[in-house]
């Protein structure tokens, strides 16, 4: 697989929109509901941003596939937050073996694996 073509948003994310959950199941309990519409929404602005990184040349790096060291190099200008979670702008050029392989793995764990990607 091509590394332009990674993406760190679950596949089927948008088949399991939770916005009209509330209207169907009256009783659902608030806290459940508000937990779904967060992980919801934490998604799309993570599409958003993908999305506009792409557009840009860039592709999005979690924080944790990163050393500190280039963590603090990048910072000024290719940092985003999103949901109070970090990932960087960084050219393909630019990623090492080391952040390739842990991006495979982060996108294997928290991507693939995760309940709302489609089967």
Request: hydrophobic residues 35%.
């Amino acid at each position: 697989m091509r590394i332009e073509n990674l993406s760190l948003i679950p596949s089927g994310y948008k088949y399991r929109d939770p916005r009209a959950l509330l209207y169907n199941f009256p009783s659902l309990p608030k806290v459940k509901f508000a937990k779904l519409m967060n992980e919801f929404y934490f998604y799309k602005a993570l599409e958003a941003v993908e999305e506009a990184a792409s557009k840009l040349g860039f592709i999005l790096l979690p924080r944790s596939c990163m050393h500190w060291k280039r963590c603090r190099d990048y910072s000024e200008d290719r940092k985003v937050k999103v949901c109070g979670k970090t990932y960087f702008m960084m050219k393909i050029e630019e990623i090492t073996e080391n952040e390739i392989s842990k991006l495979q793995n982060y996108i294997d764990e928290h991507v693939t694996r995760h309940r709302l990607a489609a089967s």
